[in-house]
């Protein structure tokens, strides 16, 4: 029987396909991509040999969704109409659609899981949380979260706090590269070339995120390593701190998951 049908083949699907296959979390041949589009479902199987790719759904012990949020009512319904061939765990990846929404689609015995992961899953690096349904129990999160961290990293939240998941790490990797652009048009505005700029900016945030990842030391401590009293780079937080960049930060994430739970409410 297959092990997992993921209903959505885009970008997100074959990050998490890819990510899965990898990591050996089951063989092609146990998982299964629903996908619409001929073309896209020739690319499917190109990519990925053995997994099985269809145009509807099959049977299976599970089923991921990442399809459109306007697209989950259907392949909510597609799902449960299995019968005896539907899935008793389900992991939903659309954005704003809520818990009760995907419980109202299937048997209150199917264990329902939300998570909003990010586009860095792309490549591997992705941020994920995850919220329980109501017949979710430890097994079915430990399940989810098996999933997503084949593709990055996973936290395990309320549903009340996925707004605030989207408006930090779901919005976030925007907020990065606005940064990035704004450092490389410093760069070029100081008088350096543009690829030059470029390569030093996409350097120096890899760096520092990586030296964040490696949790030895808080985000102000850094920062506080890198500040020589008097010197270059207290010159330049002055800057920033004097524009209000942190509160803008602050205001930016607020803003997004208020629009989170606005749409989530539409």
């Not at 990055?152 to 940064?179: H, K, R």
Request: net charge negative.
């Amino acid at each position: 029987m297959i092990e997992l049908v993921m209903v959505g083949g885009g970008k997100m699907g074959e990050a998490l396909l890819g990510g899965l296959l990898e990591a050996g979390w089951a063989p092609p041949e146990r998982l299964a991509v629903v996908e619409k589009l001929p073309a896209r479902a020739d690319e499917l199987r190109r990519l990925f040999p053995g997994v099985a790719v269809s145009e509807t759904v099959v049977p299976a012990a599970a089923a991921l969704l990442a399809v459109k949020p306007n697209d989950v009512p259907a392949a909510c319904r597609a799902l449960a109409e299995l019968g005896a061939g539907a899935p008793t765990r389900v992991l939903s990846i659309a954005a704003g659609v809520t818990i009760a929404a995907l419980e109202a689609c299937f048997d209150a015995s199917v264990a329902v899981v939300r998570a909003m992961p990010n586009t860095p899953a792309l490549v591997g690096k992705g941020a994920a949380a995850i919220a329980a349904g109501h017949a979710a129990g430890p097994d079915d999160l430990a399940w989810a979260e098996s999933i997503l961290r084949a593709v990055g990293s996973v936290a395990v939240v309320g549903e009340y706090q996925l707004d605030a998941v989207t408006g930090l790490s779901g919005s976030g990797p925007a907020y990065v590269f606005l940064v990035a652009e704004a450092l490389i048009e410093a760069g070029v505005l100081n008088g350096l070339a543009r690829p030059v700029a470029q390569d030093l900016a996409i350097q120096t945030l890899l760096g520092a995120a990586t030296l964040l990842a490696a949790g030895e030391r808080s985000a102000a401590d850094l920062r506080a390593d890198v500040t020589s009293p008097g010197g270059t780079t207290a010159a330049g937080l002055q800057v920033l701190e004097q524009r209000a960049v942190r509160a803008a930060f602050l205001d930016a994430v607020t803003a997004a998951t208020a629009r989170s739970a606005e749409l989530g409410r539409g």
